[in-house]
């Protein structure tokens, strides 16, 4: 569970250790769903950690953006995205202070991100959809409530999970291509690891 008071410095902590909290390789999601992005497309990568994700998308041939509140995770990234041989840009950045740009991005992608309470999901819900331009895709994973009961993996809160309720009120002014919810067993790293409570949303904001 991060500091609510200074998440920057615990998730620098969480991301210390010499090895890669959650891997290496891309989400398995992420992977099924990325023929579904623009090719070539710009693409926002939302707290993006030590770069898994980012880092698969430069390798297809996406033009990412890679946002953090860890320096330590961003140092991490980059070093990952040498060995890969691609760029992409980072931005340390604490999603509860970002501008979300308006219509700036192809798609949107969002694995995970449930370290946000309530507040703050629904200002981070708004922002992807501003932030995307006009026929731009949504990629978005977590985990559902019945999470609590696996415990591996994501936050002790209740409050921070998804329903397919909550998001289809949420992404009500985009049109839902996918919205799944089941059970899995997902190997990520230390940090995800076992049978999971999983929910997947695939939306496309109106041309």
Not at 50 to 58: D, K, S, W
Not at 78 to 94: K, P, S, W, Y
Not at 101 to 125: G, K
């Amino acid at each position: 569970m991060t500091d609510p008071l200074d998440p920057a410095r615990s998730w620098d902590e969480r991301f210390a250790s010499d090895g890669y909290l959650f891997g290496t390789e891309p989400n398995a999601f992420l992977r099924r769903e990325t023929a579904r992005l623009p090719a070539g497309g710009r693409v926002l990568a939302v707290a993006d950690g030590e770069g898994r994700n980012g880092v698969y998308l430069a390798q297809q041939g996406f033009d990412v953006v890679a946002t953090d509140i860890s320096p330590v995770g961003i140092d991490k990234a980059r070093r990952l995205a040498a060995e890969r041989g691609v760029a992409l840009t980072f931005e340390q950045v604490d999603l509860a202070h970002y501008a979300w740009p308006e219509e700036a991005f192809d798609a949107v992608v969002a694995i995970f991100t449930q370290f946000a309470d309530p507040a703050l999901r629904a200002r981070m819900f708004a922002g992807f959809t501003r932030t995307l331009r006009p026929g731009g895709i949504l990629l978005l994973e977590g985990y559902r409530p019945e999470q609590l009961d696996y415990r591996t993996g994501g936050p002790p809160c209740a409050q921070n999970m998804y329903t397919e309720d909550l998001l289809r009120t949420a992404f009500a002014d985009l049109n839902i291509l996918v919205l799944d919810s089941y059970d899995a067993e997902i190997r990520e790293g230390s940090g995800h690891g076992g049978m999971s409570a999983l929910i997947d949303l695939v939306a496309q904001k109106p041309g």
